[in-house]
């Protein structure tokens, strides 16, 4: 069976885990967004990408979800002292090594297909990682600084400003012009499933929905495209979702969401068992709905999670 | 008093320390060696003037000489785990940050000097550090490996090979078409002493030397030019010096170094106490010359060798 997952960072992550175990067979193509990659320190920083990498790879720091496990931050330390920032970034210094093979790597001409498939040489996640684009996407929010509006970088409103200030609006610079990745369009046309994780349906799935090309080829696929909300009980699971689903007019609960991505591309559409009562509203919206736990505790309740997936993509196959 | 001294890396910045307890009120400026310069993994790197400014800004690892004290490898493991080399040359993480910063200050369009500068305002030398150009010089080594000359870095000749294959030629690539960094002949121009420390006569001094209008300068400038002899008793006193000596047809001797830089550069010259017997023929060279202890076992010892350098520079006055 080949699926393909659209991914973002964390959840995405923790899923993808989940689903290795409940299809150990699988041929698993991952499109990773790129959209919150920042340059820092003259270095290239894919942090979705990397924390599908690591996660996967066994590397990943398990307590936080992002970063290495056994991380120092000497380098970061330095770069304090010698005044150059931003601070608010938390790379460590493994970390560095993959900004720096990773720039090194651009530098010289290499797309960043080509060096995420190198760096997965080491790290072997079990799944073939893809960026959605190797064109430069990076996505913008608009906030009110100082009674100003003025666009920010994803990063620096998620991380730095950790969502505290109303997002009034999100766009994907780039998008428009970007291509999809060598190999996302032919592996989501050859694909048997399409998988949306319980990942940031606006900044991270939406993202590489944004790219033009990859949105059509997943309705066109004419295999079911099923989704987890990343909503459970009116508010996400991690993360803040919810701040960015207030920029896009899309109320936090699982039913909205799932109208968000709407019927034309969705299929099926697993909630909470607490949101069981959202079945009926996301079913008369044309999407096959069931209501299974989608709380990723631990790897067994992740790999049930995708295993109602799977079987909900079975039912929908019909 | 207005004092230029020419450094390579660990000698002339031991030399440094020294001449800063001996002349604490002087104004010195520095012109650092930059053509063992290197890029490693997309990073500007170099090696001398980093030597010079962590050892007089107190972050130098003592027993080495080079990179950082308290300093940590994960970044060179994590690199050489993704399979990137080389990993003969031994940068730690704590020194990695300077090499960050650096790289993102040229490609921020910055000339080496202004970012030495800016490297310096952390670190606070006590001198003014100057590179010797801000254009590229790169010090190749002509060697044979397996039956064929070639050309190698000088770090790869110096690091990696440990000058354990014979040096045919030095060559300080890029040497003839360099301009001196702003305020290099200036300070020059206005030195009332112009001191060679022990440093490497070919490929620190020498390559220095080796940009045009710096040893006109020297020799134009009409005040004392003082070096100390790098060769005790036959040898180096550290560093494989005799080698690179080798390859451009000088001895291995405390006279045969003064001879190389020339009574038309040089006014006096210290040896080693075990060297006294070479003061005659340094003498008939024309160059003035002095039997000191020449080891720099510790911060007093180094400052007497600075005191007698200065001494001897009063006495070429007259």
Same mark, same amino acid.
């Given at each position: 069976?080949?699926?393909?997952?659209?991914?973002?960072?964390?959840?995405?992550?923790?899923?993808?885990?989940?689903?290795?175990?409940?299809?150990?067979?699988?041929?698993?193509?991952?499109?990773?967004?790129?959209?919150?990659?920042?340059?820092?320190?003259?270095?290239?920083?894919?942090?979705?990408?990397?924390?599908?990498?690591?996660?996967? #790879?066994?590397? +990943?720091?398990?307590?936080?979800?992002?970063?290495?496990?056994?991380?120092?931050?000497?380098?970061?330390?330095?770069?304090?002292?010698?005044?150059?920032?931003?601070?608010?970034? #938390?790379?460590?210094?493994?970390?560095?090594?993959?900004?720096?093979?990773?720039?090194?790597?651009?530098?010289? *001409?290499y797309?960043?297909?080509?060096?995420?498939?190198?760096?997965?040489?080491?790290?072997?996640?079990?799944?073939?990682?893809?960026?959605?684009?190797?064109?430069?996407?990076?996505?913008?929010?608009?906030? =009110?600084?100082?009674?100003?509006?003025?666009?920010?970088?994803f990063?620096?409103?998620?991380?730095?400003?950790?969502?505290?200030?109303?997002?009034?609006? +999100?766009?994907?610079?780039?998008?428009?012009?970007?291509?999809?990745?060598?190999?996302?369009?032919?592996?989501?046309?050859?694909?048997?499933?399409v998988?949306?994780?319980?990942?940031?349906?606006?900044?991270?799935?939406?993202?590489?929905?944004?790219v033009? #090309?990859?949105?059509?080829?997943?309705?066109?696929?004419?295999?079911?495209?099923? *989704?987890?909300?990343? +909503?459970?009980?009116?508010?996400?699971?991690?993360?803040?979702?919810?701040?960015?689903?207030a920029?896009?007019?899309?109320?936090?609960?699982?039913?909205?969401?799932?109208?968000?991505?709407?019927?034309?591309?969705?299929?099926?559409?697993?909630?909470?068992?607490?949101?069981?009562?959202?079945?009926?509203?996301?079913?008369?919206?044309? +999407?096959?709905?069931?209501?299974?736990?989608?709380?990723?505790?631990?790897? =067994?309740?992740t790999?049930?999670?995708?295993?109602?997936?799977?079987?909900?993509?079975?039912?929908?196959?019909?």
């Amino acid at each position: 069976m080949r699926i393909v997952v659209l991914a973002g960072g964390i959840g995405g992550a923790r899923f993808l885990r989940g689903l290795l175990k409940a299809a150990p067979d699988a041929e698993i193509t991952v499109v990773g967004n790129t959209g919150d990659d920042i340059h820092l320190f003259g270095l290239k920083v894919c942090p979705d990408l990397d924390t599908v990498m690591y996660t996967l #790879g066994g590397g +990943i720091n398990e307590e936080q979800g992002w970063g290495r496990a056994d991380e120092t931050f000497h380098v970061k330390a330095e770069l304090a002292a010698y005044g150059v920032g931003p601070g608010w970034f #938390g790379l460590g210094d493994r970390d560095f090594a993959t900004h720096i093979v990773r720039t090194q790597m651009l530098a010289a *001409g290499y797309p960043l297909s080509a060096v995420t498939e190198a760096l997965c040489d080491r790290w072997k996640p079990g799944v073939r990682l893809l960026p959605m684009s190797d064109d430069r996407v990076e996505t913008h929010v608009a906030v =009110d600084v100082d009674g100003e509006r003025k666009a920010v970088h994803f990063q620096e409103y998620w991380v730095r400003l950790r969502a505290s200030v109303d997002a009034h609006a +999100i766009v994907p610079v780039g998008a428009e012009q970007a291509k999809p990745a060598p190999g996302v369009l032919e592996a989501i046309a050859e694909a048997d499933v399409v998988l949306f994780p319980p990942s940031n349906p606006v900044v991270s799935i939406g993202t590489i929905l944004a790219v033009p #090309g990859i949105r059509e080829a997943i309705a066109d696929a004419g295999v079911p495209v099923v *989704g987890l909300s990343p +909503i459970v009980g009116g508010a996400p699971v991690r993360g803040m979702a919810d701040k960015v689903l207030a920029a896009v007019g899309v109320e936090a609960t699982a039913a909205a969401v799932a109208a968000h991505y709407g019927s034309g591309l969705l299929d099926g559409w697993l909630v909470d068992t607490v949101d069981a009562a959202a079945a009926a509203e996301v079913e008369g919206a044309g +999407i096959r709905c069931r209501a299974v736990p989608l709380m990723m505790t631990d790897l =067994d309740a992740t790999a049930a999670m995708a295993r109602e997936a799977l079987a909900l993509a079975e039912e929908v196959r019909g």
